[in-house]
């Protein structure tokens, strides 16, 4: 299990899992993390910045606005992947390094 972390909500602090933690999607300054169940927060911080704060190894940057965990991806395409049925952009600038990231077996 991974160490959790922690955002505001209502001056309060709600602990998230990253392993529930499905994809980021940034909005400038802010960042809306979707969880699984349909639950979503916004944080205020950059999508670069919010990264930092995660696992490396889990979540991987798929476009300028939107990085997604591997544990989710249901099925990746040259210009997208789908998660929880949700259609996720990937540009041409990051396919490769997600290709990389991934446990791939030919």
Do not use: W
Not at 61 to 90: C, N, T
């Amino acid at each position: 299990m991974l160490k959790p972390f922690f955002v505001y909500q209502n001056k309060a602090l709600l602990r998230i899992n990253p392993e529930d933690l499905l994809c980021l999607v940034a909005d400038k300054n802010y960042t809306k993390l979707f969880l699984t169940h349909k639950r979503f927060y916004l944080v205020r911080s950059t999508l670069t910045g919010t990264l930092k704060k995660l696992p490396p190894e889990m979540f991987i940057k798929v476009h300028r606005s939107f990085a997604a965990s591997i544990f989710y991806m249901d099925k990746i395409d040259r210009d997208q992947l789908e998660i929880d049925g949700r259609a996720i952009p990937i540009s041409k600038r990051y396919y490769t390094t997600l290709i990389r990231q991934l446990n791939i077996i030919e």
